[in-house]
């Protein structure tokens, strides 16, 4: 619609919206002295002429013209009377600096309450199943366990064993229990691959989805990719006895503060109570050279990610004899080492920079040959065992990630991974020259929570058509 633009409106200097808007907030704060002054006839009138003033600016607002002097000398003239009769009442500044000070004070702490209501809640709705998945994971087990047709086309695939060693083919790795967003990694990379026939798939899942995964990429071509999946339980040297994590998971102390919430009296912000960071499926990515022994370099994908280029440049970047290839995060100050690690502990502060660079997780490229060669596994195991009481950090994979590969990461062009999609706003220019675009954050695409303005980047790579989509109605 063409005519007024109200915010300009009200904040030039000159307008009777302007002039009516400063009236009105001077009035709130008269009310609420008025109020705790026990003035609560005047604290109406106060009330009173501030909605006549509002609904004056409301009109305003729907017809699209300025206020006119006429229409609101009225308002304007009776606002000031009362406003000089506050002043008569001895509402002078240093009375209405305390008293909204004692006010701004309790707003704050209203404030913060809510602020953490929020956190919890939003954290509960990023964590939460949709109902869709888990119908499609049924749907797609009982079609595995019951169609013998698709048991025989992933023996089929099986004959491609060979490509799953070739060291001259583009490998990628993705750790997921989420089978529509592992599809939507793989469908984006193949979609937008110059030569998919060379790109192999290696997914890694639990128990529970392996039937339901396989079920679905043997049903479902990917314009010839080759993808293999497997279940982390039949990796025998994944135990106690050699992974820390899993020592951790039997120790009733990191139990109770994972699982029940009650070791500190709710102190610790619930964020770093999500028991996914205890997740094997999580920290596999400090396994890579185990789970894949006979590769020699991997591009590791988040299941949050979406690929819209070509990422075959990818196997032939020059690490410069590092393990990590990684795009570096630290254009401010919020993304250094110091910011996810605890320096008032001794042993951080004698060994990392707190200014050093910080980079992301979720697209990186490894060279297994160095990680072997560095014994980058047996790094990590020394910090996460300094770490069981959880003095060096708290929260998640990437704190550890920056001990693990401090000095062995090497930093790729910013285009390569293009992070915050599913938590804040991000430049369109930068978005369309990525490669690959992380929903980082808690508004994954695939939730109602989701950023709505980027979910049609996800989602061009879902075929509602499927039928399985469409009978677990995904829309």
């Known amino acids: 619609m063409e005519g007024l ?5 009200m904040l030039s200097p000159d307008s009777v919206a302007r002039q009516l808007s400063d009236q009105i907030s001077l009035a709130k704060a008269f009310v609420v002295i008025a109020k705790e002054s026990n003035n609560l006839q005047f604290a109406w009138e106060l009330s009173a002429q501030i909605r006549n003033s509002q609904i004056l600016l409301s009109n305003a607002a729907i017809r699209r013209t300025p206020l006119t002097t006429s229409e609101s000398e009225t308002a304007i003239r009776d606002m000031a009377v009362l406003l000089y009769q506050a002043q008569q009442l001895h509402y002078d500044s240093a009375t209405m600096i305390m008293r909204l ?61 060979m490509k799953l060693k070739d060291n001259n083919l583009y490998h990628f790795c993705v750790f997921s229990d989420n089978i529509l967003a592992t599809s939507v990694v793989v469908n984006s990379t193949a979609l937008n691959s110059n ?43 994944l135990n106690a006895s050699y992974v820390p994590v899993l020592k951790q998971l039997q120790d009733s102390e990191t139990q109770s503060y994972y699982f029940s919430g009650n070791s500190d009296d709710g102190r610790t912000p619930i964020k770093f109570r999500n028991p996914k960071y205890l997740s094997m499926l999580n920290h596999l990515r400090f396994y890579i050279p185990e789970v894949f022994p006979a590769l020699k370099k991997v591009v590791f994908l988040d ?25 570096e995060t630290c254009m401010e100050t919020f993304h250094r080492y110091h910011k996810y690690l605890n320096y008032s502990h001794p042993l951080i502060r004698a060994h990392f920079d707190p200014d050093a660079c910080g980079w992301a997780f979720g697209m990186n490229v490894f060279d297994l040959v160095e990680w072997r060669k560095r014994n980058v596994t047996g790094i990590y195991h020394y910090w996460q065992e300094r770490n069981v009481d959880r003095t060096l950090w708290k ?26 999609l599913g938590y804040t706003n991000v430049d369109p220019q930068v978005i369309e020259k990525g490669a690959v675009l992380h929903f980082n954050g808690n508004s994954k695409p ?16 879902v075929d509602y058509s499927h039928y399985l989509l469409q009978q677990c109605n995904f829309h």
């Open 395 to 420: 929260l998640g994979t990437l704190p550890p990630g920056l001990l693990t590969f401090y000095g062995l990461t090497e930093p790729l062009d910013s285009s390569w991974h293009v992070l915050g």
């Open 303 to 327: 299941d949050d990610v979406v690929v819209q280029k070509d990422l075959s440049a990818l196997f032939s970047i020059d690490l410069n004899s590092n393990v990590n290839g990684a795009v």
């Open 101 to 161: 000070k004692a006010r701004i004070q309790a707003l704050e702490e209203q404030m913060s309450s809510v602020s953490e209501k929020s956190s919890k809640y939003g954290q509960i709705a990023a964590e939460e199943v949709p109902k869709s998945l888990y119908c499609l994971g049924v749907r797609l087990t009982t079609e595995w366990f019951g169609n013998v047709n698709i048991q025989r086309k992933l023996q089929e695939k099986k004959q491609l064993d």
């Open 5 to 9: 633009n109200i915010t300009e409106e």
């Open 446 to 461: 695939w939730l109602k929570i989701g950023i709505e303005k980027y979910k049609p980047l996800w989602e061009k790579y």
């Open 195 to 237: 030569n998919p026939e060379m790109v192999v798939f290696h997914l890694v899942t639990d128990e529970i989805n392996y039937a339901p995964m396989k079920a679905w990429f043997a049903m479902n071509d990917f314009r010839g990719v080759t993808v293999e999946v497997q279940k982390f339980e039949d990796f025998n040297w």
